[in-house]
């Protein structure tokens, strides 16, 4: 098959060329998944946006579980009323169904839980497996339980909650499912893959009419789970929470092949298409395209590295999911790798862009069994186009950032220009954006910067940086009907204070592995306002230079 051409991106953020393998079919593959936004809880040995802790004894690795919750806000779109109810103060009447999933999709005829080949189904029938040790609930997601799952905080401090997010209890209506899927795993078919420690409990449909399915993560083993014991350990629950807590407050979306399956997926899940337009599977496609380019932009725009882009780690509804060893860049680096394990460093962040459409691709190559000759063909002008929608979307994040109203010739140099900058001197990505919100166009213009805004300190050090200011300042008089009050009011409102960077992370994962988890506590609490300061946060550091101690900080596959 030829090679699609590589993506016309500026300088800053360096191309990819993938290898172009081809796909053996056989179970689904899961060129981008099917799965909806997930809120998590946080249970030390659990999970439902809760974090669950399972206490052990000492010198034993403790294991956690996360509770996903994927939308469907399709019955809203479709008139659905939105009915006055009070919040649940118990799990007593609280069901969950399984049924559509069931009734419309293939399951495996095999009822034993066990590691296997599975042919012929989309889901199998798997129990989680409660755990020996006692458990502890960690932190929990208020809005989550309130706004979509309806309940009570209070709830959350129940025997009941506690059993169903650790796997303990199966309420009512629930038929756990592993789901099965195939995909690409740094550019090579990986066959079958599956969910080796996730188990799906159901779909829940909240007072507003949404419909949302939540999954147990490391909550026991499945038939997919190869050489693992189906568990998530302490560690990598901490990072994956925070980090969709994170995610979810920078606006940014977070956390499957017949016809039969795209059918079902497209009428569950977009409700803009109808089920019955013979173009159905293009429309679909066009849509994932453009929601693909958007999703990478916004990463790009916080300095977010997804670490592992696989086409399983992917989603057909474009939002973040399979958080592993992510990482927020630190000093501005296009070829920042947060994943020790990627030896060929094919996820650098420069190059999400470009595994977006190796990912997308793959998705086309599943698809064209079911398009005639003139869709395949509508449908490769579609991918072809995917590179002008990213850049169009990265460009407009970053004039955003930069406070720039409007469009001008020149906005694309000054952007590639100041990140260049910021390349040299290494420095850091998420201040250096934030204290141009926060410093006067007066005190850049005497180019006097003082340590309050060290970030750009660093990059003052460069020759060239008074050119760019130059051009900056110049670029902002042609702000219509602006003020420099006002710029630095826009630009605190998309350039956040605080992301989740590693050591943040790993200073939080340090206390909780000794039963300490006020750092899980507070980040959680800050991540919840990034744009907003924090005195809490500036005494812990959190908006400064990375500590020492962090400097080599690296994570992996199994972080």
């Known amino acids: 098959m030829p090679q699609r051409s590589r993506l016309p991106v500026p300088s800053f953020c360096p191309v990819y060329a993938g290898r172009n393998t081809t796909q053996r079919s056989g179970f689904p593959c899961r060129c981008l998944t099917w799965r909806l936004p997930i809120p998590q809880l946080l249970l030390l040995c659990v999970t439902c946006h809760a974090l669950l802790c399972s206490l052990v004894q000492p010198g034993l690795e403790r294991s956690a579980n996360l509770m996903h919750l994927f939308s469907n806000r399709s019955n809203l779109e479709q008139g659905y009323c939105e009915t006055k109810a009070r919040l649940a103060s118990s799990l007593d009447f609280w069901t969950l169904s399984s049924e559509n999933l069931i009734a419309l999709l293939p399951v495996d005829p095999v009822k034993e839980n066990y590691v296997r080949k599975v042919k012929n189904c989309i889901f199998s029938i798997a129990f989680p497996t409660p755990f020996k040790s006692r458990v502890h609930l960690v932190a929990v997601s208020k809005e989550v339980l309130e706004d979509i799952l309806d ?5 959350s401090e129940t025997d009941a909650f506690i059993q169903l997010v650790s796997g303990e209890k199966i309420v009512f209506g629930s038929i756990p499912l592993a789901h099965r899927y195939g995909g690409h795993q740094f550019g090579i078919w990986a066959d079958q893959l599956g969910d080796g420690r996730a188990h799906l409990i159901g779909i829940y449909r909240n007072r507003q009419g949404e419909k949302w399915e939540l999954q147990l993560k490391g909550s026991g ?11 998530a350990v302490l560690r990598s629950s901490v990072r994956e929470f925070l980090c969709s807590e994170a995610m979810h407050y920078l606006g940014i979306p977070t956390s499957r092949a017949a ?7 497209i009428q569950e899940h977009f409700p803009s298409i109808n089920v019955q337009e013979p173009n159905r599977y293009v429309d679909f496609f066009s849509i994932v395209v453009s929601e693909t380019a958007q999703l990478i932009a916004l990463w790009m725009s916080v300095g977010f590295a997804h670490g592992v882009c696989n086409t399983d780690n992917f989603s057909l509804l474009s939002i973040t999911i399979d958080y592993g060893p992510f990482g927020f860049m630190e000093a501005y680096n296009p070829d920042f790798v947060p994943n020790t394990s990627d030896d060929e460093r094919r996820y650098k962040i420069g190059n999400q862009a470009n595994i977006g459409m190796f990912n997308l691709n793959k998705l086309l190559q599943a698809l064209n069994p079911l398009l005639d000759p003139g869709q395949k063909q509508l449908a490769a002008q579609i991918l072809e186009g995917y590179p002008v929608l990213y850049y169009t979307r990265f460009t407009e994040l970053f004039r955003a950032k930069l406070g720039l109203l409007g469009e001008r010739k020149g906005d694309d140099d000054l952007i590639a220009f100041l990140l260049h900058l910021m390349e040299k001197t290494e420095a850091d990505f998420t201040m250096t954006f934030r204290q141009l919100s926060e410093i006067t166009q007066s005190q850049l213009q005497e180019l006097n910067i003082s340590q309050q805004f060290w970030a750009l300190k660093t990059i003052s050090k460069h020759q060239l940086f008074p050119a760019w200011v130059s051009q900056y300042l110049l670029r902002l008089k042609s702000n219509m009907n602006d003020s420099d ?13 605080y992301v989740l960077k590693n050591w943040m992370a790993e200073s939080a994962v340090q206390k909780a592995e000794r039963n300490d988890f006020s750092e899980v506590h507070l980040l959680q609490q800050v991540l919840q306002r990034p744009f907003q300061k ?9 908006s400064s230079p990375t500590p020492a101690w962090a400097k080599d900080l690296q994570v992996s596959c199994s972080s």
């Not at 309940?151 to 709830?155: I, R, T």
């Not at 083993?221 to 568990?231: A, E, F, M």
């Not at 809490?536 to 550091?541: L, R």
């Open 221 to 231: 083993k499945t038939p997919y789970s190869r050489n693992g014991d189906g568990r």
């Open 485 to 497: 009050s006002e710029r630095r009011k826009r630009m605190t409102t998309v350039n956040p204070r």
């Open 151 to 155: 309940l009570d905080l209070s709830v």
């Open 259 to 265: 016809r039969t399956l795209l059918d079902f997926i």
């Open 534 to 542: 924090h005195s809490t946060a500036e005494k812990a550091g959190y």
